[in-house]
């Protein structure tokens, strides 16, 4: 027997949720998401007594009818709260953003880091426009610039000695001369030049960056917003797994639930897999999908003994750690720990392949040891590996060119596909909640 339905929605996370609300009494929609649970990536795993999350999941709002709705949902349960991280280079630690908070550094690292920036200034002060746009191209290629030039153009040769490119190559897995520069907005602050004079040489700390200020739970860690989203939702189906997709007869194949008929389509999934999963692909899809890429992230959540560290996360840019960000998630909320404890989570990125979890494990207990996270390995009373298979998408020439092409097919075939991994694309939760209401929205205007 086939199931009919308007809108399918394959997804339970945040996006595939603020479109069910937008269409919940006005379409007849169907949400189905393979875990066992809604959320998605915004989930949280509890294990005696620690809550932990999918990595450091916090609400930036920028926008003002998606910032009322998810703080009009999570009602009085919710914290607001002021950025407190750090950088970790040379045995000192500087505050987040590096290139606007280089005071700590030694003198040698500081003057290397200021005189290139200067620079670099100096080269491109009468094309500031180009300069800040991480947008710009190469005038002779005619393509998206890459990372290593764009950063240093930008920030100068120190800067990105220092902290941009050993950094980013821990987090992207990728090599950074193919990366695409096209990602870094909002996400890479740019100081102006007396910002990064002032910062280096007078001790105050300078903010700045998309999430100066952020939004988590009081209580049950960031599940407690897909939840509160998905109250009174009616026509969720988890453990359901999109198996296949018959893009001609509109009839997705979902475990659980069997040939599913729809009008239209909603993907929130990796797009990379869903694209797979259609049968008969029409021509040129299966060649662009190969061409997507993406990285995958490993997160060591911790249950320790209480620490007296304030920070709510570190970023470790130098080889001899591991990870690239540590973070400690009861400064977030102290309700994700037992009386006494601690949760943290750590984060280590591969390019996809398996990561060792027992040789890991020694080599992140040595280095939060080394890193001043925690005083010894006795003080760990708890701990749980969570995997993001698909964490972030790589941005390169290949995406550039393959993506609209993905994206203009399944819209040619009525869906719509959203979010963070639907859309194949690095952004954050806010984000995700505002395509999947603009999405809906647009699907009751069509009135198909």
Request: net charge positive; hydrophobic share 40%.
């Amino acid at each position: 027997m086939t199931i009919k339905t308007d809108v399918l929605i394959i997804g339970g996370g945040l996006a595939g949720l603020s479109a069910a609300r937008v269409l919940q009494g006005k379409k007849n929609y169907l949400l189905v998401e393979k875990e066992a649970g809604i959320g998605g990536l915004a989930a949280s795993v509890e294990k005696n007594g620690f809550t932990f999350d999918y990595s450091g999941h916090l609400l930036h709002l920028h926008w003002k009818e998606t910032g009322d709705l998810i703080l009009r949902l999570l009602k009085n349960n919710h914290f607001k709260l002021k950025r407190n991280s750090w950088i970790r280079l040379k045995d000192v630690e500087v505050p987040y953003p590096f290139q606007a908070n280089l005071y700590n550094l030694p003198d040698d690292i500081k003057s290397e880091c200021v005189s290139g920036f200067l620079e670099a200034y100096n080269t491109s002060h009468n094309s500031l426009a180009t300069r800040h746009s991480p947008l710009a191209v190469s005038h002779s290629q005619k393509r998206p610039e890459v990372f290593t030039h764009w950063t240093r153009r930008v920030f100068g040769e120190g800067i990105s000695k220092h902290f941009m490119l050993p950094y980013n190559a821990k987090l992207w897995q990728y090599p950074l001369n193919r990366l695409t520069a096209d990602w870094c907005a909002p996400f890479v602050p740019m100081p102006k030049p007396q910002e990064v004079l002032e910062a280096a040489y007078l001790p105050k700390r300078k903010t700045m960056g998309y999430n100066p200020v952020f939004y988590y739970p009081k209580r049950g860690g960031i599940r407690a917003l897909p939840e509160a989203m998905a109250k009174d939702l009616k026509n969720i189906h988890t453990g359901c797994e999109l198996q296949s997709l018959d893009l001609k007869r509109k009839i997705a194949f979902i475990k659980g639930l069997g040939p599913v008929k729809y009008e239209r389509l909603i993907n929130t999934m990796p797009l990379k897999y869903f694209v797979g999963l259609i049968k008969s692909p029409p021509a040129g899809l299966k060649a662009h999908n190969a061409r997507l890429r993406h990285n995958t992230v490993y997160v060591l959540n911790l249950g320790v003994k209480g620490t007296s560290v304030k920070k709510h996360w570190t970023y470790f840019p130098e080889k001899e750690f591991l990870f690239y960000r540590a973070g400690i998630a009861t400064n977030f909320s102290r309700r994700l720990a037992p009386k006494g404890c601690d949760s943290l989570y750590i984060e280590t990125a591969t390019p996809g392949y398996a990561l060792n979890l027992a040789a890991a494990e020694k080599k992140i207990f040595r280095g939060l040891i080394k890193g001043g996270v925690i005083k010894s390995e006795d003080d760990i009373v708890e701990k749980l590996w969570l995997k993001i298979p698909c964490a972030y998408v790589i941005y390169d020439a290949a995406r550039n060119i393959s993506l609209p092409a993905i994206i203009s097919i399944l819209a040619d075939n009525d869906i719509s596909s959203i979010g963070r991994y639907g859309a194949w694309k690095y952004s954050f939760m806010e984000e995700s909640v505002k395509e999947g209401l603009e999405t809906a929205k647009k699907m009751l205007v069509d009135n198909f």
